[in-house]
T-cell receptor
Framework: GENVEQHPSTLSVQEGDSAVIKCTYS??????FPWYKQELGKGPQLIID?????GEKKDQRIAVTLNKTAKHFSLHITETQPEDSAVYFC?????????????FGKGTHLIIQP | DGGITQSPKYLFRKEGQNVTLSCEQN?????MYWYRQDPGQGLRLIYY???????QKGDIAEGYSVSREKKESFPLTVTSAQKNPTAFYLC??????????????FGEGSRLTVL
């Protein structure tokens, strides 16, 4: 089955700096790669996703890049703000959206220092 | 407002007892999922269901059971056979079939503690 590795497990950055979280996946058939943000005591929420026919996608301060050859994808957050502090999860799926569920990475705790 | 409701939010159980976690959605989603979250372990799939009266085991189904008698409801029972049940449990749902986006919508979670 699919295996997703996520790094780092904890990331501390100064407010206003950029943050990058990286993930690798094992199954070359995977074609859907979402990122979820989880605030304390809440369920995860989708913040951005990318499909295998696209190399990069942006949404305001957030961007995701995908390298299918290397089987890795990354989340980039620019101009970080205190409300960006949360746990971020990457995930991968073969079925184009996870009818049989997503395989998640172990998460990155992002800490924004004032 | 549409969404997914999990209850209870906190639950304490003695060893040897079964406990059932509720998950209800009014989003008209076909597929529903149960994930378990442990510190530093990410989210691991327990069971999922793509249609009423049908469900499949995920990666860590041992010691758990589910039912899907109604489209809106997907309860999870943590049985006494589950060796380490203390965890945060998340229910999710999505559309399935042609044209769906793939986004999973999560509930707020249920924290189970075994005393």
């Amino acid at each position: 089955g699919e295996n997703v590795e996520q790094h780092p497990s904890t990331l501390s950055v100064q407010e206003g700096d950029s943050a990058v979280i990286k993930c690798t996946y094992s199954d070359s058939a995977s074609n859907y790669f979402p990122w979820y943000k989880q605030e304390l005591g809440k369920g995860p929420q989708l913040i951005i996703d990318i499909r295998s026919n696209v190399g990069e996608k942006k949404d305001q301060r957030i961007a995701v890049t995908l390298n299918k050859t290397a089987k890795h994808f990354s989340l980039h957050i620019t101009e970080t703000q205190p409300e960006d502090s949360a746990v971020y999860f990457c995930a991968a799926s073969f079925s184009g959206g996870g009818a049989d569920g997503l395989t998640f990475g172990k998460g990155t705790h992002l800490i924004i220092q004032p | 407002d549409g969404g997914i409701t999990q209850s209870p939010k906190y639950l304490f159980r003695k060893e040897g007892q079964n406990v059932t976690l509720s998950c209800e959605q009014n989003l008209n989603h076909d597929a529903m999922y149960w994930y378990r979250q442990d510190p530093g372990q990410g989210l691991r799939l327990i069971y999922y269901s793509q249609i009423v009266n049908d469900f499949q085991k995920g990666d860590i189904a041992e010691g758990y059971s589910v039912s899907r008698e109604k489209k809106e409801s997907f309860p999870l029972t943590v049985t006494s056979a589950q060796k380490n049940p203390t965890a945060f449990y998340l229910c999710a749902s999505t559309f399935s079939g042609q044209g769906y986006s793939g986004e999973l919508f999560f509930g707020e979670g249920s924290r189970l503690t075994v005393l």
